[in-house]
């Protein structure tokens, strides 16, 4: 099924003040309108798809704003309103006196054909979590999923639907969620007892819910799931690993806890005496992250994922992605590529490297100093460019990424590369050193005694693993020369984990 895309644009243009509708009517791009900020005593801003603008009109006044609340339906305890019939999302902002200053009218819309990526994985009736960052279109794909339990497989759906978010506001439902019914939460702190209320009074086959976020909706999901009906939800988060860190959400993955082993039972599984363990099967059987609007990772057996993670061991990661043309690729990668990332970012050593020449690096949201800091201590020499056209690797953190900035967007059109800095930590700034300028690293080593006895005792064990030793500790030694150590072990194609407390923390070298 091609996607058709239905936006009611029409509908929201009509609360709109008259200034504001005309000036967003002439944009050529209107059609990939996403939102209108209208905030007390400013211009109005517009977002669209590829551009932000910034409309060329008086400040908005009380009158604007009470132009566009008094063509909308009522604000509830969360503060978002909508337009009856339509999908469309009115979010307000108030003073300390409860008046409303300002408003985000969120355009809604529905997209039937966006879960054709993942429509094997719907009708598998397991169930189905849904992680992604805002705006990468998990409530529309969730929406679409509904309709084709309801419509196409002919199966009891029951949408939890709070602040109106996945089937629009009024009472008659939007016709975009087909055959299924929906029930309305009349404030967010009651969607835990709605979801219960739906398995108790109506006998649904499938519970659809947008946004599980407290203790007590993750319990609920728990509780549905047992009983035996499917739930596909979506979630706070961008990836697997981001629930295990949620100790709210942990649960719906099955829940980590710590565990101590005995002696015997450490040395025999080769780890320190104190782990993390998964407590209880996952609530969700299949986990999505939906990288961008075309392009997800799927983890088929959560429960699995999450003890290869725990475990520190490579798992297969499928990814799809859907062309131009609607087909649908398939290819599955280890995580070592970390393949959640779009490709343009990197993390080990790629092909800036390859040709021996020092990168060109462009600092974008990065604390130059403590580069400059580290690169002093590893004695590299850093070719840092004042301006991105003189760059060919754009280093950035984890934050700046995620927000998309225009100087982000840039580097991508460029096809440049980004390496992108997970934390500001020394370490963290080291692996970036010692991924990019590998040569001057090797050359840097092969002059420092203690460097060059470390390097040649993980290369004696790796040749050890290799004639067939199971495992190889070596001495202890600093953070910095264990990454030298894990980086040899990585290019001889072994495993490597660091065991140990400082002063006496080693690498251990093994084979699986």
Known sequence: MQKVITDDLEALFDILPPGIREQLQRQPDFRQLIEVILDL?????????????????????????????????LFGDDNRAGIERTLHRISAIR?????????????????????NIIEDLVQSGKSILLLGRPGVGKTTMLREVARVLADDLDKRVIIVDTSNEIAGDGDIPHPAIGKARRMQVRTPDMQHAVMIEAVE???PEVIVIDEIGTQLETMAARTIAERGVQLVATAHGNTLENLMMN????????????VTLGDEEAKRRGTQKSILERVSSPTFDILVEIQERDKVAIHKDVASAVDSILR??????EVRSTDANGEIHVESVMPETDVRKPS??????????????????????????RLEQVAEEMQVHLNIAEDIDQATL???????????????????????????????????????????????????????????????????????????KETVELSPQSAYIRRLQHLVAERNGVFSQSTGKDPNRRVRIFKM
């Open 201 to 203: 009074n109506h006998m």
């Open 41 to 73: 005593g400013r211009e109005p801003e517009a977002r669209f798809l590829d551009r932000d603008i910034t409309m060329e009109l008086s400040e908005v006044t009380e009158e604007d704003i009470e132009y566009v609340t008094s063509r909308i339906g």
């Open 247 to 258: 100790p709210t959400l942990a649960d719906l993955i099955g829940g980590i806890q710590s």
């Open 394 to 468: 754009m280093v950035t953190s984890k934050k700046y990424y995620r927000q998309k900035p225009p100087r982000i967007r840039d580097a991508e059109n460029r096809n440049m590369l980004i390496y992108v800095l997970r934390g500001s930590s020394p370490q963290q700034i080291r692996q970036l050193l010692s991924s990019v300028y590998p040569v001057e690293y090797n050359e840097i080593a092969g002059r420092d005694s203690s460097f060059k006895q470390a390097l040649d005792e993980a290369k004696e064990a790796v040749e050890s693993i290799k004639e067939g």
């Open 312 to 317: 520190g061991e490579p798992q297969p990661l």
């Open 344 to 369: 343009r970012q990197i993390n080990h050593k790629t092909e800036v490297t390859k040709n021996g020449s020092s990168p060109r690096l462009y600092l974008f949201g990065v604390n130059r100093g």
């Open 95 to 115: 003073n300390r006196k409860g008046r409303i200053v300002g408003l985000t009218v969120r355009v809604g819309r529905a997209v039937f054909g966006t879960i």
